[in-house]
């Protein structure tokens, strides 16, 4: 079992930045590949952004590539990801997820295949 919770997020000016964290629980963090997707009212669940479990790999919706930075540390059962050349588009509600590794490799973007998933954190970007 795996439990995620989100910080970071916030109001921040168009070509802003904000760093999203998300603290996992449990001892099986580092056997999760991890996801950043977001979500605004009465619209899908839209991936953002994946890692795998070690770190070696990452996955960019085509629409933050370049702008939005996907990390993880392992030590501290965090996985965060830094907003650049933030846009008033940006503006949603994020949330981490949780895929296991035992199930699934590669990517990523079926947010049907994350078990675990964090409450959101709101990011607003204004013009």
């Known amino acids: 079992q795996v439990q995620l919770v989100e910080s970071g997020g916030g109001l921040v000016q168009a070509g802003g930045s904000l760093r999203l964290s998300c603290a996992a629980s449990?001892?099986?963090?580092?056997?999760?590949?991890m996801g950043w997707f977001r979500q605004a009212p009465g619209k899908e669940r839209e991936f953002v952004a994946a890692i795998s479990r070690t770190g070696g790999g990452t996955y960019y919706a085509d629409s933050v590539k370049g702008r939005f930075t996907i990390s993880r540390d392992n030590a501290k059962n965090t996985v965060y990801l830094q907003m650049n050349s933030l846009e008033p588009e940006d503006t949603d509600v994020y949330y981490c997820?949780?895929?296991?590794?035992?199930?699934?490799?590669?990517?990523?973007?079926?947010?049907?295949?994350?078990?675990?998933w964090g409450q959101g954190t709101q990011v607003t970007v204004f013009s």
């Open positions: 449990g001892r099986t963090f580092s056997s999760h590949h």
């Open positions: 997820a949780g895929r296991s590794a035992l199930y699934y490799s590669g990517c990523c973007v079926n947010s049907r295949e994350y078990a675990y």
